[in-house]
């Protein structure tokens, strides 16, 4: 699909995605999400996780450049090209300028959104996340960042988005799939309302269903990440990433006891 000139001039009209950098422009062609280009992140986060990489022996928590400008926008697009020949569900790139991209507009909540309602849907939801990431793997393709901000549920399915870096710029592909399943993990598990051992249960039948190296590197990762259910689980004054870390930690040693008697 190719933009008329008329959407394409209400795009350049709209001052929103320049200074929110992303907006949603009704257009002749339909709503688009109009994603301006993002600036490089500071070299601050970047070392952080590169010390806690080295400190925890764990490759998958190395650091992935966020590039930021042109070069985000040229990986995003590319990104979001490859997952679709591969029948994935992610938003369609309608046009790329060069500093914006338009994209389909996924009406809907983002799964985030979702893992805040009732348990039995959150539950539902956090199960669907698994097998949705499951079958990105299976096709041989990875996330970026696997999120569950990054997530959208649309029509009742889910659909991935947020593509402008690329964890194979500093690690390989199995590495970037276990790193998928870390990532659902930690943006999950503190927000889910949905019991702890019902979460358990999900995510260890989804891990039976993987490949013995992946399931490896998982546990390796698990035995390097426990200490983290030491750090403090409330939010103030600590701020909600040393939240979101605790509560990874706890699951991961609860699930490793789970393991050790099976």
Request: aromatic share 8%.
């Given at each position: 699909?190719?933009?008329?000139?008329?959407?394409?001039?209400?795009?350049?009209?709209?001052p929103r995605w320049r200074t929110q950098r992303i907006a949603r422009v009704d257009t002749p062609d339909g709503p688009l999400l109009i994603k301006g280009q993002r600036p490089a992140r500071g070299p601050l986060r970047f070392k952080i996780m590169k010390w806690l990489s080295q400190?925890?022996?764990?490759?998958?928590?190395?650091?992935?450049?966020?590039?930021?400008?042109?070069?985000?926008?040229?990986?995003?697009?590319?990104?979001?090209r490859q997952l679709a020949a591969a029948g994935l569900p992610v938003p369609a790139v309608l046009h790329q300028a060069p500093d914006y991209i338009a994209l389909q507009f996924l009406p809907g909540e983002s799964l985030q959104h979702g893992l805040t309602q009732t348990p039995d849907l959150a539950l539902r939801l956090f199960e669907q996340g698994l097998q949705a990431i499951g079958h990105v793997?299976?096709?041989?393709?990875?996330?970026?960042?696997?999120?569950?901000?990054n997530i959208m549920v649309s029509s009742g399915q889910l659909w991935f988005i947020?593509?402008?870096?690329?964890?194979?710029?500093?690690?390989?592909?199995?590495?970037a799939q276990t790193r998928d399943w870390l990532a659902y993990?930690?943006?999950?598990?503190?927000?889910?309302n949905a019991p702890q051992e019902a979460l358990l249960q999900s995510w260890h039948r989804q891990f039976e269903q993987l490949d013995a190296n992946t399931q490896n590197r998982l546990v390796q990762s698990c035995d390097r990440?426990?200490?983290?259910?030491?750090l403090s689980n409330q939010r103030k004054p600590w701020g909600r990433d040393i939240v979101t870390?605790?509560?990874?930690?706890?699951?991961?040693?609860?699930?490793?006891?789970h393991l050790n008697r099976a």
């Open positions: 699909m190719s933009l008329s000139p008329e959407s394409l001039q209400l795009i350049a009209a709209d400190l925890t022996r764990n490759p998958l928590l190395q650091p992935v450049p966020a590039h930021g400008g042109a070069h985000a926008q040229n990986t995003e697009v590319q990104r979001l793997h299976q096709q041989g393709q990875y996330l970026s960042q696997a999120f569950a901000r947020d593509f402008e870096d690329d964890p194979l710029e500093v690690m390989d592909l199995p590495q993990l930690l943006s999950t598990l503190w927000m889910a990440l426990v200490w983290l259910r030491h870390l605790q509560a990874l930690g706890d699951f991961l040693d609860r699930w490793r006891t």
